[in-house]
């Protein structure tokens, strides 16, 4: 099991992001879940991924089962000020298009997903800077509140249909602008503002009645600090007809006593408890929502996985005597994850649980529900901390569902099997060919669906944007691509496949295309100048003059994980080494061998690097975001082309960038880029703890050095094998000859009659065709 912090590789927008993170890391929240500003990390950005390879698979590679990604908003196309989403909700127009509407640090953004394959930014209402915000809908207004004051803002959702939704009016009556969420009960038409600041905040409650752009204060109770809450005009029971709020409740803001208050609101001026209880080992009551039968509750804790160290754990309340709440069990699907927000839907939960994402659960015992579909948005770990999923809204009468996420934006799932999918029968290559490429790409149907004519496309990046091909079957449902014959030498590409079916959607391969496609560097050959898996000793030099770190000195061991060094070394089975940055004693605190009082240096053994296109790969570790003093930190990796006398910065990891949180990522890059060609090259490792009371940890594995080439594209095949100016049998035998044994880059140019790049069977034809044609 891999331990501490490790998501995907991500790319910081720019001095903005790191800016506004810090900010939100130094402000100050009352409330339990302000840890999460412990756990935050940067935001996932277009065309960025955790790609372990220069070539096969997406860039993000998101696990699901029973459901399938329609599409995928980004942060940065949501805002680009914004550096973290939070809750969501769902508004459909008269005309009954669908819009999701999800906050984010800067504000709230209103999404169309009538066509949930290419969703639309409509627009995006500025709202105080907070990590978090919540959102809910009455009639044609949307209304959005955040722990960062500012009240209830008002938003006009009446002309969204055309583009337009106009922020009308903001509401500060009762007390702290502080709000933690918002819940409105459509059926009574009341407004109710939950939690917020540091003070012991209830509920606020406002009439939208007369006129829901202008919320009127009427009531407050404030018994007990409440986090979120379900309020519901009751179909059932001895309080049929009863306004019923069921709040999420500590006797603080900070948590204390956790329960849920189950009060009648009925009369505003008279709101009376029906009941208080604790379920089973409370640590802080986070959210729940009750069944569509109104005969349970479920409840979520957001602290107690991290406290006790159990599973994710959802709490089953039977409330069918309102007065008299009785917990009858719980259920889990076993990961490790916190839970945080849940809906029910007829006989479905659906409940977003950070790290392990959104999980479907089947409710038809709604005793005993069990998980029948899951799509994890933070595929690399389930730990209990504060990354991935924030909430999700089931509602809308076409059946999809979406999704926000705290680092990756808005997503938008529908339920079972797409209706296109794409795979690719010979794989996809490792390196892409600098000319005559080609993948094969098959397409299923599935549903009863059907295949839009014409509409499979290749789209391919080299640089200069998305160039887009159709595609010709070669087959049933089959495909294939060919890539251009002039591609630059080590240059990276991007690419992805679509097709559409009658209803609209374009289905695309992989699904998170454009947001995460396929990458690919260009490479035709390749020979290995040095590889280190660090099993053994093979030279490497720990410590240089300058090195002031009395702790946390570079090591090759098999780690002792912590939450922020490695558990395991990167390489697969049997590998168990790795360099890391000091090795303590299994079970350890954080900081036992961390990295303290200055740098620590690790610089690999010479390299020859007087090739043209010399490659350095490596897999690399770097935590510094806990302690005190988080995210001051940096790791540095240089080259040298002159021993180590003279060193070039490749890349700085850290202070608060989006790969400084730990995780294992894969790094290259072409020396001649940074140096000039030499035959004693050299990399360094430099990381250190330069501030006061940070952790600071870093490893290195799976250190490798290759010389790459590319040829030349060929002319096209003439069969004179001899380059002698005829064609004739000494050119039949020195094909063969080729054929069979190890052609020269010559000798395959002459001929490769079916272009693709190699002498095979294939062209034997084309060989005795010019033969007979002399």
């Not at 959104?358 to 690399?380: G, K, L």
């Amino acid at each position: 099991m891999k331990f501490g912090r490790s998501f995907n590789r991500l790319t910081v927008i720019g001095p903005l992001s790191v800016t506004l993170i810090l900010s939100l890391q130094t402000s100050t929240f009352a409330h339990e879940d302000y840890r999460i500003l412990e756990d935050q990390q940067p935001p996932f950005v277009m065309g960025e991924g955790n790609s372990s390879t220069r070539g096969a698979g997406p860039v993000v590679d998101f696990q699901s089962s029973g459901m399938h990604l329609l599409g995928w908003v980004p942060l940065q196309m949501l805002s680009a000020s914004a550096v973290s989403g939070n809750d969501c909700w769902g508004y459909t127009s008269p005309s009954g298009r669908e819009y999701a509407i999800i906050g984010t640090s800067a504000g709230t953004a209103v999404v169309e997903v009538t066509l949930p394959t290419d969703p639309i930014l409509v627009g995006h209402i500025t709202g105080p800077t907070s990590l978090w915000r919540d959102v809910k809908v009455y009639g044609t207004f949307a209304y959005a509140v955040s722990e960062g004051g500012g009240g209830i803002q008002v938003s006009d959702l009446s002309d969204v249909d055309n583009g337009n939704v106009t922020l009308v009016n903001t509401i500060s009556a009762g007390g702290t602008t502080d709000t933690h969420n918002v819940a409105i009960n459509e059926s009574s038409g009341y407004l109710y503002r939950v939690g917020g600041g540091s003070s012991v905040i209830g509920l606020r409650i406002y009439d939208l009645n007369v006129n829901p752009a202008s919320p009127v204060l009427v009531a407050q109770w404030n018994d007990r600090y409440v986090h979120d809450a379900q309020i519901v005009t009751m179909t059932t029971g001895a309080f049929a007809g009863r306004e019923v709020a069921f709040t999420f409740s500590e006797s603080a803001s900070n948590g204390g006593n956790a329960g849920v208050n189950i009060l009648d609101v009925t009369d505003k001026g008279n709101i009376t408890e029906i009941a208080f209880f604790q379920y089973s080992t409370p640590v802080f009551s986070h959210q729940g929502w009750i069944s569509t039968d109104e005969q349970y509750l479920y409840v979520n804790d957001e602290l107690d996985e991290i406290t006790f160290g159990t599973p994710t754990t959802t709490r089953v309340i039977d409330i069918s005597d309102l007065a008299s709440p009785t917990q009858i069990g719980t259920f889990t699907n076993g990961s490790s994850a916190i839970d945080h927000n849940l809906y029910t839907d007829v006989d479905r939960i659906f409940e977003s649980n950070y790290r392990s994402g959104i999980r479907i659960y089947d409710a038809t015992n709604p005793a005993v529900p069990t998980e029948m579909a899951f799509f994890d948005t933070y595929p690399e770990d389930d730990q209990p901390e504060f990354n991935g999923l924030w909430s999700t809204y089931p509602y809308f009468a076409s059946g999809i569902v979406i999704g926000s996420d705290l680092e990756k934006g808005l997503f938008v799932w529908g339920l079972g099997d797409p209706e296109l999918e794409f795979s690719y029968p010979d794989g996809l290559p490792d390196t892409i060919a600098s000319s005559n490429q080609s993948i094969r790409v098959q397409v299923t149907i599935n549903g009863g669906s059907s295949l839009v004519n014409n509409s499979i496309k290749f789209h391919l990046d080299t640089g200069g944007g998305y160039v887009v091909t159709d595609l010709s079957p070669t087959g049933p449902n089959e495909f294939t691509a060919i890539f251009p014959s002039d591609l630059e030498c080590t240059s990276t590409l991007s690419y992805f496949f679509s097709g559409e079916t009658p209803n609209g959607y374009t289905w695309r391969g992989p699904a998170t295309a454009p947001i995460a496609p396929f990458i690919g560097v260009v490479i035709d050959s390749q020979a290995v100048v040095f590889e280190d898996d660090f099993e053994s000793d093979q030279g490497w030099i720990v410590g240089d003059p300058a090195d002031t770190a009395t702790k946390g000195i570079w090591t090759r061991v098999d780690p002792n994980g912590t939450a922020a060094q490695p558990e395991d070394d990167f390489t697969a089975d049997p590998g168990t080494q790795c360099f890391v940055t000091g090795q303590g004693v299994v079970g350890g605190s954080v900081g036992a061998e961390d990295i303290d009082g200055g740098a620590t240096t690790l610089i690999s053994p010479p390299f020859d690097a007087t090739a043209e296109n010399v490659i350095v790969s490596y897999w690399r570790w770097f935590s510094n975001n806990q302690g005190a003093s988080a995210n001051q930190d940096s790791m540095f990796v240089e080259v040298s082309a002159d021993g180590s006398t003279n060193w070039t910065e490749v890349e700085e990891v850290g202070p608060s960038t989006p790969e400084s949180g730990g995780g294992w990522f894969f790094k290259q890059f072409v020396v001649s880029d940074f140096v000039l060609p030499s035959p004693n090259a050299r990399v360094r490792f430099r990381a250190g703890d330069l501030g006061d009371g940070s952790v600071v940890e870093a490893a290195i594995d799976d250190f490798r050095v290759e010389s790459v080439e590319c040829s030349p594209p060929c002319p096209p095949a003439t069969g004179d094998m001899n380059d002698d100016g005829l064609i004739n049998g000494n050119d039949v035998q020195t094909f063969v000859t080729a054929l069979l044994g190890s052609a020269t880059f010559e000798q395959t140019c002459a001929g490769d009659f079916s272009a693709d790049n190699s002498l095979d069977n294939n062209d034997l034809s084309g060989m005795v065709s010019a033969l007979l044609a002399q």
